[in-house]
Every structure is written in C-alpha cells, then in structure tokens.
C-alpha cells in the first residue's frame, strides 16, 4: 500500500528556533501534499495545500510567513516553522495522495513539536 | 460549503460486540467520496474504508462495513466483533471534487472497548 514517511515523529527545541519537517511519499508520486495542525483530542485542521513546483495554498487564518511549505519533488514536501514560539507547539501531520480519484489521503505518523 | 458531522464525542463497547459510529455530510456535489480514518493514540491516521457517491453497495473491509444511506446523507461506519486494538479516534472524512481533492474532517469520535 502506499507509504508516506514524516520525520522528525518528535521534535522539542528552543523558543526563537526554526524546525523543518519532511514529509515523503515512498512509494507513490504526489503533485499535491497536505499539512494539518492536530490538537489534543480535536480533529485535523487543514493549514495549507502543498502544490509540486508552486507555491502552496494557505486555509484562512495560516500565516504563510511562519510556516514556509516547500513542494520541491513529486515525493517530497517541507514545513518549516519559523522563529518558533510555545504557542506553536503542536501535533503536525502530513498527508499525500495517489493519483485517482477514490484514492485516499494517506498520511505520515506526525510529528509533535515542543517549543520551550 | 462541505461539512461533515460526527455527533458522537465519545462511545463505548463490549468486546466482541458490534458498535456503529455516525457520519452525516453536507454537500452539494454529485461526485464525491466518503473515508474513514483511525487514529490511536500513537497519533498516526490509518485509512479504514471508501465509499463512492456512486457506489450502490455498501463499502466492506474486514471487520468494517460503511452504512451508505444517501437520502439521508449519512455514512455510518460499523464495527463488527470489537477488539480491544479498536480503541482509538475515529474520523469520517469527505473529499469533493469542487475541493481540489481536498479533505474535510468530521469531529472524531471516541471508541473505548471494554473487556
């Protein structure tokens, strides 16, 4: 079935510091990728839509400045939290979907960020 | 606008009995599709189970089958013969064309087995 790999899965760093997460698609091609924000005990939150070789489509309310996407391949997508601060501390998780129209997002483990 | 709704916060079961789990959508396209997800408290999101609008079968996959009532607009997932692994979140997701292959995402529901 198809893989998609996240890392780091857990991340705690330094208020002021920037964090990258990598989100790959093992064994399947991407164009479009998805990175969601979770909340303890609330549903996913859609943040931005990762387009390859665009820029990325930010949900309302997503400031772009501070979570840069970069959709450089058709298996890889990056989010980089920038000057990171407690309050961004969170549950990050990406998805990815095959070509088709019934398939499914697939998604990475996540990744739970920690800022001090 | 889409919207999916998932008014169980929290349910609980017997081992080995059978639970179902509500999902009601909203939407306004022809074409789309139903999804539901499982989440362990490990935090990944395991996809369980598709059911096409078009579909005129009820979706099966196991141990789990999607009650596909499109009058109604409902997409209930049951559970059959529950295990104690079962215990996690349970998300109904709903992607539309229109949407760019977007997903949206119910609320989550709860599911506690019990021995």
């Known amino acids: 079935g198809a893989v998609v790999s996240q890392h780091p899965s857990w991340v705690i760093c330094k208020s002021g510091t920037s964090v990258k997460i990598e989100c790959r698609s093992l064994?399947?091609?991407?164009?479009?990728m998805f990175w969601y924000r979770q909340f303890p005990k609330q549903s996913l939150m859609l943040m931005a839509t990762?387009?390859?070789?665009?820029?990325?489509?930010?949900e309302q309310g997503v400031e772009k400045d501070k979570f840069l996407i970069n959709h450089a391949s058709l298996t890889l997508s990056t989010l980089t939290v920038t000057s990171a601060h407690p309050e961004d501390s969170s549950f990050y998780i990406c998805?990815?979907?095959?070509?088709?129209?019934?398939?499914?997002?697939?998604f990475g483990d996540g990744t739970r960020l920690s800022i001090l | 606008a889409q919207k999916i709704t998932q008014t169980q916060p929290g349910m609980f079961v017997q081992e080995k009995e059978a639970v179902t789990l509500d999902c009601t959508y909203d939407?306004?396209?022809?074409?789309?599709?139903l999804f539901w997800y499982k989440q362990p408290s490990s935090g990944e999101m395991i996809f369980l189970i598709y059911?096409?609008?078009?579909?005129?079968q009820n979706a099966t996959e196991g141990r789990y089958s999607l009650n596909f009532q499109k009058a109604r607009k409902s997409a209930n997932l049951v559970i059959s013969a529950s295990q104690l692994g079962d215990s996690a979140m349970y998300f109904c997701?709903?992607?539309?064309?229109?949407?760019?292959?977007?997903?949206?995402f119910g609320t989550g529901t709860s599911l506690t087995v019990i021995p």
């Open positions: 998805s990815a979907k095959p070509t088709g129209i019934n398939q499914p997002q697939h």
């Open positions: 064994d399947f091609q991407a164009t479009t």
């Open positions: 990762s387009n390859e070789g665009s820029k990325a489509t930010y």
């Open positions: 939407t306004s396209d022809q074409s789309y599709g």
């Open positions: 059911q096409g609008s078009y579909d005129e």
């Open positions: 997701a709903m992607r539309a064309p229109n949407t760019g292959n977007q997903f949206y």
